[in-house]
Nanobody, 121 residues
């Protein structure tokens, strides 16, 4: 079964950058990984979880929050079986728990446990 583990969050000052990582395991073929629909979500304190970025099985990326456009990049690394979210020019509004998620070809959804990002001076 697919397993996702996020890491790379932490405390960062406004204007700083973090690279969030999501390690995928529990499968044998790279074709399975390349076929996943991958997403990053975040949940700010007191708010609902929101979709931030997605990457389809053709590696077409989309950013779903206006405030992160031109600042965040979603990347799939096939050789390492990793999903990244490069976050730049962070603001306090980017604070929250960031989750990676994957949907396979059968429509099954898998989630990681989340990694905390705190942006504060």
């Amino acid at each position: 079964q697919l397993r996702l583990v996020e890491f790379g969050g932490g405390l960062e000052q406004p204007g700083g950058s973090l690279r969030l990582s999501c390690a995928a395991s529990g499968f044998t073929s790279n074709s399975y990984f390349s076929g996943l629909f991958l997403r990053w979500y975040r949940q700010a304190p007191g708010k609902e979880r929101e979709l931030v970025a997605s990457l389809d099985n053709n590696d077409k990326s989309s950013l779903h929050v206006d405030s992160v456009k031109d600042r965040f990049i979603i990347i799939r690394d096939m050789s390492k079986r990793m999903l990244y979210l490069q976050t730049n020019n962070l603001t306090v509004e980017d604070t929250g728990v960031y989750y990676c998620a994957a949907r396979d070809g059968l429509g099954n959804d898998y989630w990681g446990q989340g990694t905390q990002v705190t942006v504060s001076s």
